[in-house]
């Protein structure tokens, strides 16, 4: 995804100190589904699919404890 920038609106500066909010939007900390600075463009595709394919896989494994498929299937939600 491509950050906008705005600091105003950046998800992944919420609740961080002021000094840590002066270097703008830190795009490591970037969740693209919740954030207005966020932008997705077909070219993003097979990273996306590639991302999904690869939960979908994870959460095939039936011995995976159960706090870590909640997370998981929230992520792939």
Do not use: F
């Amino acid at each position: 995804n491509h950050c906008l920038g705005a600091a105003d609106k950046a998800e992944c500066l919420k609740g961080l100190p002021d000094d840590a909010k002066a270097g703008g939007p830190i795009p490591s900390l970037c969740s693209p589904v919740t954030c207005r600075n966020s932008v997705i463009t077909e070219r993003h595709t097979a990273i996306w699919q590639s991302e999904q394919d690869e939960l979908e896989r994870l959460l095939s494994d039936r011995r995976m404890a159960p706090a870590h498929r909640e997370r998981l299937e929230q992520q792939l939600d």
